[in-house]
């Protein structure tokens, strides 16, 4: 070889030559000479991958032992006085427990297996994939079991088969039908509806007491849910992950609401529904100073001063607007549900919102 | 002496002496800052306070926040702020802010305990607002469950479900809470600081706010129940260590399991 750096070029006196007059053959390297282990040859080192496997299988028993000692030794039960970090210490020592003694099984069989098992290499001949026999023979198995059946004899047997063949699907699409009931106009309705020509007052969550508007100062966010839904036995959670609002104060300047809105609000106090119009997360991280609203889930951004119109994000429809007043006393109440659907989209949407507002 | 003259030759050694190092730095700080708060502040403010808070004012805020604290374009107005924002934005080295940007950021505290009192006594004499929390409110001594409540219904959407922070929109996050001491948390919710809105006594009573910093400290306290939180993020940070220690243990038993014995 020469000296590579300046550059010159150089023969190294091999030229590849492969294929160029004779018919090249691959020769069969066959098995590389068995190598004879340490353990194979040394008692000594026999030993002691004994002892290291008996070891792996030792640690493994003490792992049972932690799991079953951290198991009934650990009292986590009521008046046990238990505190997280005790669960916390029950929790490290079930894991080890069982990965100790999980792995001790495993790594000492396959040490085992490696070390100290005869290693001898076996080569098995490749047998012929298929014979026109054996293809015989299964054809005429087949033709015997369809003969013996008799199914081509008997069509009244064939048929009914086929029946129930047919029919047996059908359970499965019953119990499809347990995905619904259509909501139908559950999805347009919320608890805000006035009831009895009674106004809903708007109440703090989760304790449901009612809130002033003197309450509510600039920059205040309350999280709020309708008058008497703490008093639901059913359907609760239905009904308050429809009718979630967040209410919010701002200078009244800075709010531009269209016409026909400009009393939705009272002195800069505006409730929008908490759901958002993309995929129904809760919308509740208000930014005081920006008045954005971002929703976590997938960043959609509303601007609360142009009436929560989507400024980023895939939602695709405002937050839709609680009309509010005050009452007699100072409370917070609804005049009306909202005048849209919440939440995201839905088939009949469209249908619901033409009639909310007819 | 001898024997640990012949140690420090050990490979080990090096890794010894740098966590011994870290274990002692680690300490001394803990034991600095245990210290700052132990000194309990007192919300009675002298004639002599509030003078020497306007002086300091003129010569460290004013640029922004005008003279006389009217507000200009830079800064707003601090007239009715009450003195429980000042100890939150200057005691936790908010204020003086470094630079504009989207948010201020934590950094180390500009002005020391007494300062900091001082400038509070001065914009709370501008004009009434929210005074600093009694000792009372801040005992960590409240019902844990109902903060807990008001923490997920009020708090939980930015701050995230187990307190770690998050983010908001266009630069903007909301800080983790562990390490907050209870006063700044209380003055936090009290006077919405920055982009978080205000949960004053009438959303949120000063006995709900006590739960409130009685469940943040008792999470705090008592850690994650199920082991590392690797920052309590959720399935990112998760993922992440999945992917990469468990695949990374199932790689290295493959070629464990592969490779010849000798």
């Known amino acids: 070889m020469g000296n590579h750096s300046d550059g010159s070029p150089n023969h190294s006196g091999t030229v590849a030559t492969a294929g160029q007059n004779e018919v090249e ?9 068995h190598r004879l282990r340490l353990a194979d040859t040394d008692p000594r080192a026999a ?8 070891l792996l299988f030792g640690l493994s028993v003490v792992g049972t032992f932690i799991f079953l000692v951290a198991y009934f030794v650990i009292d986590l039960g009521e008046g046990s006085g238990a505190t997280i970090a005790d669960i916390r210490l029950q929790n490290a020592l079930l894991g080890l427990g069982t990965a100790f003694a999980m792995l001790g099984i495993g790594t000492g069989i396959v040490h085992w297996a490696k070390a100290l098992m005869p290693d001898h290499e076996v080569s098995e001949e490749r047998h012929a994939v298929r014979y026109e026999e054996d293809r015989q023979a299964a054809v005429r198995i087949v033709d015997d079991i369809v003969e013996e059946t008799g199914i081509k004899r008997r069509p009244l047997i064939r048929n009914t088969l086929l029946g129930a063949v047919a029919l047996a699907p059908l359970p499965a699409i019953a119990i499809f039908g347990d995905l619904g009931p259509r909501p139908d106009k559950a999805l347009a309705h919320t608890m805000w509806a006035p009831e009895d020509g009674k106004l809903k007052r708007l ?13 509510v100062t600039i920059g205040s966010a309350f999280h709020v849910i309708p008058e008497g839904l703490n008093e639901l036995h059913e359907g609760k959670l239905n009904e ?28 800069g106090i505006v409730a929008y529904s908490k759901i958002c119009t993309h995929v129904g997360c809760p919308v509740a991280l208000y930014e005081q100073q920006t008045h954005h609203l971002l929703c976590p889930c997938h960043q959609s951004t509303f601007d609360l001063t142009k009436e929560c119109k989507v400024i980023f994000g895939p939602a695709s429809r405002p937050l839709p607007q609680l009309p509010i007043a005050v009452d007699d006393e100072g409370y917070l109440v609804a005049t009306s549900d909202f005048n849209e659907p919440v939440g995201p989209s839905y088939w009949e949407r469209d249908e619901h919102e033409r009639s909310i507002n007819s | 002496m001898k024997a640990l003259s012949q140690k420090r030759r050990h490979p080990l050694a090096a890794i010894a002496l740098l966590l011994m190092g870290l274990l002692v730095t680690g300490g001394l700080y803990a ?16 004639e002599q306070d509030t003078e020497e808070g306007g002086k300091l004012f003129a010569a460290n ?15 707003p107005s601090l007239v009715g702020v009450g003195a429980a924002s000042v100890d939150f934005q200057v005691g936790t080295g908010r204020m003086p802010m470094q630079m504009n940007g989207p948010q201020a950021q934590e950094k180390p505290v500009q002005f020391n305990e007494e300062q900091t009192r001082q400038l509070a006594a001065y914009v709370a004499s501008l004009g009434p607002g929210p005074s600093i929390p009694e000792a009372g409110l801040l005992d960590e001594k409240g019902n844990a469950a109902e903060g807990g409540e008001l923490f997920r219904v009020n708090c939980a959407m930015c701050h995230n479900a187990a307190a770690a922070g998050g983010a908001l929109t266009r630069g903007k996050y909301a800080p983790p809470l562990a390490g907050v001491s209870g006063q700044h948390i209380y ?14 006594d009438a959303n949120i009573s000063p006995e709900g706010k006590r739960d409130i910093i009685t469940y943040l400290k008792q999470i705090e306290n008592n850690g994650s129940p199920g082991g590392a939180d690797l920052g309590a993020l959720g399935p990112v940070a998760e993922g992440l260590f999945v992917w990469i220690a468990g695949l990374g243990v199932i790689i290295a038993f493959t070629i464990w399991l592969t490779s010849r014995t000798s």
């Open chain 2, 31 to 46: 034991v600095a800052t245990t210290m700052n708060q132990a000194k309990a502040s007192t919300t009675n403010f002298t």
């Open chain 2, 187 to 200: 003055e936090a919710m009290a006077t919405g600081p920055q982009n978080m809105p205000v949960f004053n």
């Open chain 1, 240 to 267: 308050k992950a429809k009718a979630v609002v967040l209410l919010m104060r701002l200078d009244p300047e800075s709010l531009n609401p269209s016409p026909g809105r400009e009393d939705w609000g009272y002195n």
């Open chain 1, 47 to 54: 030993k002691r991958a004994e002892r290291q496997v008996a």
């Open chain 1, 25 to 33: 053959k691959f020769q069969d390297p066959g098995l590389p000479p």
């Open chain 1, 203 to 215: 109440t703090r969550d989760p304790d449901g007491t009612p809130i002033k508007a003197s309450d």
């Open chain 2, 61 to 75: 805020c004013a640029t922004c926040h005008g003279m006389g604290a009217g507000g200009t374009q830079d800064g």
